[in-house]
């Protein structure tokens, strides 16, 4: 199992909506709005590497209010 955080950077007006949206999405297994440079952390897991880019290209990148993201993929322990 691969584990990633990605570090959500929102529009100030859209991070309920933001951070509600990636709950919705697969692979999404927690969520925590945050205070500092990010506004939410989104932690997915998945089977495969390759699986991490289509999440964050197609379903996490398009969510409306998202400015910028930063992934932190883990080691396979």
Same mark, same amino acid.
């Given at each position: 199992m691969i584990k990633?955080?990605?570090l959500v950077v929102? *529009?100030?007006? $859209?991070?309920q909506i933001v951070y509600d949206a990636l709950h919705k999405v697969?692979?999404?297994t927690q969520c925590y709005q945050v205070m500092g440079?990010? *506004?939410?952390? $989104?932690?997915?897991?998945v089977e495969d590497?390759?699986?991490v880019p289509p999440i964050l290209g197609s379903h996490i990148r398009t969510i409306d209010g998202v400015e910028n993201t930063t992934s932190l993929v883990?080691?396979?322990?």
């Open positions: 990633a955080y990605i929102a *529009d100030p007006g $859209a991070t697969k692979g999404v440079p990010y *506004d939410i952390v $989104a932690e997915i897991e590497l390759a699986d883990t080691f396979p322990g």
